[in-house]
């Protein structure tokens, strides 16, 4: 079966457009490197939590949106092997140069992990 990176991540709403441009450009690497599908979504209603929620999650502040994105993968080996590369000191691909593709959003409070599917139903 398949292997998701999910990721949640807050947004200034100001910066959806540089979000999506940054998103294109990173993600067409992500393609390149192996993956099947990736999906981009812009909260539309992530509501306040009594005891979680998305927002405090990620520390959401006001005028920030919550983004909900994951990667599909083939497989664990190809998205390490991909990861391995990303990684690497010699990659010296522009969409991974925060000067040329700056991420639109304070990555120290993305939140992110790598899933083993369990369960894929489909119509």
């Known amino acids: 079966m398949s292997y998701i990176d999910g990721f949640v991540i807050p947004c200034p709403t100001e ?25 981009e979504c812009w909260g539309d209603d992530v509501p306040v939590g009594k005891t979680t929620d998305f927002r ?13 994105s ?11 092997a991909a990861m391995a590369r990303m990684m690497d ?6 969409r991974m140069d925060p000067a040329k593709n700056p991420m639109p959003f304070d990555g120290k409070r993305m939140i ?11 119509p």
């Open 15 to 39: 910066n959806r457009e540089k979000f999506i441009e940054h998103a294109r450009a990173a993600d067409a690497m992500f393609i390149e490197m192996g993956a099947l599908r990736i999906t």
């Open 56 to 68: 405090m999650a990620v520390k959401a502040q006001d005028g920030e949106a919550v983004i909900f």
């Open 70 to 80: 994951w990667i599909e993968w083939p497989d664990k080996a190809t998205r390490d």
């Open 89 to 94: 000191p010699a990659n010296t691909d522009p």
């Open 112 to 122: 992110f992990g790598g899933f083993e599917t369990v369960v894929d139903l489909k």
